[in-house]
């Protein structure tokens, strides 16, 4: 029996709630299913706004356009991440400018920020990998000093909190995925956190292919035109239907995401101690929200080594980011010399050869567990 690397996770009335929406004759967006979920993610994340997006993709698109990022600016974002942190605003004509991480949370390394900022800097984008959280006190001091907007990539960090407040509240923006390898899913969304009150008007605008849409809606105008920039970023509302499902069962998800963490960390920490493996790392002030288990191979040979044995059992890991720095678009796009070349950012080069995801999703049983760690610890060629 084949123990796949992700499997979509279904809670219990996601059918329901979508037949609930056809019933209720509005698939389109915003209908009421949308507003239920927009109500839960202010509510439980205490954000003056959330909008669902298409993907998380399209939400950093919006932040791209909120904070009119014009050709020939520049953003900070680390190397270490999924290519729409960066594409989205390298698509306004934005220059990437790639930070390193640090070698214990794989976040964005704060220490590295400050000699980055230029005059063009026109936003920061920390990404909370594995939801474990960014330095934010650190990097909102060094921002505000030089007054450049942070936007949270939380595409991994929903429910995860640093020093106890929510991930997803310290930038102006910040953006969510509900891929389905996500905590929380409906195939393909996302959502944009409007921290900033100033931003709310004018994302609703460009949600809405750039006309005033919503305020008609709502009485605050009485001609619905064309107005802004824009593009249609709403989902229907039958995945609004079957998100909420998914955000109503939060506890049942996070529970069992925990206690999937839970035993990969406890069955695989002497055996990691003996074979130079690191684990996840979380530190004190941090609180994950279980997204993912990873280790880091002692080198790119061991971790292939590593894959190649689990595929024999029938087991499938994976591992991600190849560093942006190095790809064809970052040395394209990258604003300067220094910042795309091997050894740029030496510890993104490492963690990526490095780095391998264990199977990880609602409904991986603990028998199946225990046969992911038996095989890594019978892998012979550690
Ligand atoms: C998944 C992910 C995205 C993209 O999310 P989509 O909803 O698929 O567009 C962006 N950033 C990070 C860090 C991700 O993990």
């Given at each position: 029996?084949?123990?796949?690397?992700?499997?979509?996770?279904?809670?219990?009335?996601?059918?329901?709630?979508?037949?609930?929406?056809?019933?209720?004759?509005?698939?389109?967006?915003?209908?009421?299913?949308?507003?239920?979920?927009?109500?839960?993610?202010?509510?439980?994340?205490?954000?003056?706004?959330?909008?669902?997006?298409?993907?998380?993709?399209?939400?950093?698109?919006?932040?791209?356009?909120?904070?009119?990022?014009?050709?020939?600016d520049e953003v900070i974002v680390p190397s270490?991440t999924?290519?729409?942190t960066v594409?989205?605003f390298?698509?306004?004509?934005a220059r990437p400018v790639f930070v390193d991480?640090?070698?214990?949370?794989?976040?964005l390394d704060e220490?590295c920020l400050e000699q980055l900022i230029t005059?063009r800097t026109k936003a920061i984008v920390p990404v909370?990998?594995?939801?474990?959280?960014?330095?934010?006190?650190?990097i909102?001091?060094i921002a505000?000093?030089y007054?450049i907007p942070v936007v949270?990539?939380?595409?991994?960090?929903?429910?995860?909190?640093?020093?106890?407040?929510?991930?997803?509240?310290?930038?102006?923006?910040?953006?969510?995925?509900?891929?389905?390898?996500?905590?929380?899913?409906?195939?393909?969304?996302?959502?944009?956190?409007?921290?900033?009150?100033?931003?709310?008007?004018?994302?609703?605008?460009?949600?809405?292919?750039?006309?005033?849409?919503?305020?008609?809606?709502?009485?605050?105008?009485?001609?619905?035109?064309?107005?802004?920039?824009?593009?249609?970023?709403?989902?229907?509302?039958?995945?609004?239907?079957?998100?909420?499902?998914?955000?109503?069962?939060?506890?049942?998800?996070?529970?069992?995401?925990?206690?999937?963490?839970?035993?990969?960390?406890?069955?695989?920490?002497?055996?990691?101690?003996?074979?130079?493996?690191?684990?996840?790392?979380?530190?004190?002030?941090?609180?994950?929200?279980?997204?993912?288990?990873?280790?880091?191979?002692?080198?790119?040979?061991?971790?292939?080594?590593?894959?190649?044995?689990?595929?024999?059992?029938?087991?499938?890991?994976?591992?991600?980011?190849?560093?942006?720095?190095?790809?064809?678009?970052?040395?394209?796009?990258s604003s300067?010399?220094?910042n795309?070349?091997?050894?740029?950012?030496?510890?993104?080069?490492?963690?990526?050869?490095?780095?391998?995801?264990?199977?990880?999703?609602?409904?991986?049983?603990?028998?199946?567990?225990?046969?992911?760690?038996?095989?890594?610890?019978?892998?012979?060629?550690?």
């Open positions: 029996m084949k123990i796949p690397f992700n499997k979509p996770g279904f809670v219990g009335n996601e059918q329901a709630y979508m037949a609930k929406a056809l019933a209720n004759g509005q698939i389109s967006g915003d209908g009421k299913f949308t507003r239920q979920c927009h109500a839960f993610l202010e509510k439980e994340l205490g954000v003056p706004k959330a909008l669902l997006t298409t993907s998380c993709t399209h939400a950093l698109e919006m932040t791209a356009l909120l904070l009119n990022i014009q050709p020939g270490f999924f290519v729409s594409n989205a390298v698509l306004r004509g991480i640090r070698p214990d949370t794989l976040n220490s005059p909370h990998y594995a939801g474990v959280g960014c330095e934010m006190d650190a909102l001091a505000g000093r007054g949270e990539d939380n595409a991994h960090g929903l429910l995860g909190r640093y020093k106890g407040r929510w991930l997803g509240t310290f930038g102006c923006l910040a953006t969510q995925s509900f891929h389905e390898t996500k905590n929380f899913t409906c195939g393909e969304g996302g959502a944009l956190l409007i921290n900033d009150p100033r931003y709310v008007e004018r994302a609703e605008i460009l949600r809405e292919k750039g006309t005033n849409r919503s305020q008609v809606f709502r009485g605050q105008a009485d001609k619905y035109s064309w107005i802004d920039l824009g593009s249609s970023y709403l989902p229907s509302d039958l995945l609004a239907a079957f998100l909420l499902a998914q955000f109503e069962a939060r506890d049942h998800i996070q529970a069992q995401r925990r206690r999937l963490w839970e035993f990969y960390a406890a069955h695989l920490r002497d055996w990691a101690l003996q074979h130079h493996v690191g684990l996840p790392f979380v530190p004190e002030h941090c609180e994950q929200p279980y997204h993912m288990f990873y280790m880091l191979m002692p080198s790119l040979a061991a971790r292939q080594a590593l894959i190649d044995h689990l595929k024999t059992r029938s087991i499938l890991a994976v591992f991600h980011y190849l560093p942006l720095h190095l790809s064809v678009m970052g040395r394209r796009f300067r010399p220094g795309c070349l091997p050894g740029d950012c030496p510890v993104t080069e490492s963690v990526s050869n490095r780095l391998v995801r264990l199977p990880f999703y609602i409904g991986l049983s603990e028998a199946d567990q225990a046969r992911v760690v038996a095989a890594i610890i019978e892998c012979p060629a550690l």
